[in-house]
């Protein structure tokens, strides 16, 4: 294999389409936009307008539910920050590390309605949590470092269709 040897795979390189080069080209004289009007132009085109008629995404009724007014919002610290803080001297694995700590210590800015603690990061002190949620992977870390996550959230009770 040399250097003159080398090239791209084929179909890999194409050449741009060069609209409005007479009728020839394929892409002369309107260049691939149709007739006239706002969509032959440049800019604006606006998407499901009916000329001023009330349009059918504003016609039908809302449907389906949102949670978003119920949601809780929850802070996200990952095991990786939480031993940061440990190592700095900032946050003690001695005491029950909970929200209130988190924030004393730095590693929050604000308590919201929770903890949510994930996995990511490596986590070796022997610490327990008391927290609103964890993932599967962060308990794993802790509890093979020695210590114990009380996840506070109620658990979701199981449909009567199920059973």
Known sequence: MKLHELHDRPGARKNRTRLGRGIGSGTGKTGGRGGKGQTARSGVRIKGFEGGQMPLHR???????????????????????????IDAGKL??????????????????????????LGSGEFKA???????????????????????????????????AAA
């Open 59 to 85: 016609r039908l009724p809302k449907r389906g539910f949102r949670n978003n007014a119920f949601a809780k919002v929850l802070n996200e610290v990952n095991l990786g920050r939480v031993q940061a803080a």
């Open 92 to 117: 003690d694995a001695g005491v029950t590390v909970d929200a209130a700590a988190l924030v004393k210590a730095g590693v929050l800015r604000r308590a919201k309605e929770g903890v949510r603690l």
């Open 126 to 160: 022997k610490a327990i949590f008391s927290v609103w949620g964890a993932s599967k992977s962060a308990v794993a870390a802790v509890e093979k470092a020695g210590g114990s996550v009380t996840v506070l959230a109620p658990k979701p009770q199981e449909s009567e």
